[in-house]
């Protein structure tokens, strides 16, 4: 059973394969959707300082009743911090506002800020300032796995060219019919975990005829098809949904795509339109509401 599956980080941590996304899971609804997670078998909770649910999702595993230890909880620095002294007290304030001891996972949400994304700036300092703030948040028993999103080649050795502990895991849009190979496989070389947010690509998928008719083949969803496809590229998989039963169908993951439909899923014409999604600073240079 996938939910049962980890890969082993830099560090010796276990990182779940499947985890939750809580991306645009309202705060008054973001405990419960854990909770009927944690149910389920998840053991991979995932949010945001820029989420605007971290309150939320501390209060579904705090009262998910599952161990503490038993659970990984992953946060992000909101990409507008980018000095030392923001970073590092946005971490104690994440930690207040979950009221929990330690988070397993903490990563720099961005490179630029959201209205700054992928410009010619590329804060290369700040973002060595704000390392360190992980990093010592690390040392100091706050955070178990520091790491990144959305980093692009050079961004990762603009930080691996003077850092104390190497990035652990780059968390970055991967889906069918947008797949950076070179991306991915640099991580692998540094040892760096990828992790794929947005895999059905907010949906968008479940409407590709070409994904649609794959999944037929398979006698699976186009969400289980997109989910199985970031997995096999040795990605760690985070669907966003509050959705139980989609929660369900999402873990059901157990089959094999050829290495012939792979190869064919990694070169799909890439998906334009994100629908409502287009809002989110990834695909539109604006900042989160």
């Not at 991979?44 to 038993?70: F, K, M, P, S, W």
């Not at 873990?251 to 795509?257: E, G, L, Q, R």
Request: with cysteine; charged share 25%; hydrophobic share 40%.
């Amino acid at each position: 059973m996938i939910l049962n599956e980890t890969y082993p980080l830099a560090n010796g941590v276990q990182i779940p394969k499947l985890g939750l996304g809580t991306w645009f899971i309202d705060d008054a609804k973001a405990a419960e959707a854990v909770r009927a997670a944690v149910k389920l078998g998840y053991r991979l909770i995932d949010t945001a300082q820029a989420y605007g649910n971290e309150r939320g999702v501390g209060e579904g595993v705090r009262t998910c009743g599952v161990h503490r230890e038993a659970l990984f909880v992953a946060s992000k620095v909101a990409a507008e911090l980018k000095t030392y002294e923001d970073a590092a007290k946005s971490i104690d304030e994440t930690l207040e506002k979950m009221g929990l001891d330690y988070l397993d996972q903490m990563i720099i949400h961005s490179p630029q800020p959201w209205n700054e994304f992928r410009v010619e700036k590329r804060y290369y300092e700040e973002n060595k300032e704000v390392w360190r703030a992980l990093e010592d948040a690390q040392a100091a028993g706050k955070v178990k796995v520091i790491g990144v999103s959305n980093f692009l080649k050079d961004d990762l050795e603009n930080l691996l060219s003077s850092c104390r502990v190497k990035p652990m895991v780059n968390q970055i849009l991967l889906h069918i019919s947008n797949t950076d190979l070179a991306l991915v496989n640099f991580c692998k070389t540094q040892g760096i975990q990828v992790e794929a947010y947005s895999p059905i690509a907010h949906g968008e998928a479940l409407k590709n005829p070409a994904i649609v008719e794959m999944a037929k083949k398979y006698g699976v969803s186009a969400a289980q098809l997109c989910i199985r496809y970031v997995l096999q590229l040795g990605a760690v998989a985070l669907p966003k949904t509050a959705n139980p039963t989609h929660m369900a169908n999402n873990a059901d993951v157990n089959f094999t795509i050829s290495e012939e439909d792979m190869e064919a899923l990694k070169n799909m014409e890439h998906i334009a339109d994100y629908g409502e999604f287009n809002a989110f600073p990834v695909f539109s240079g604006k900042p989160l509401a």
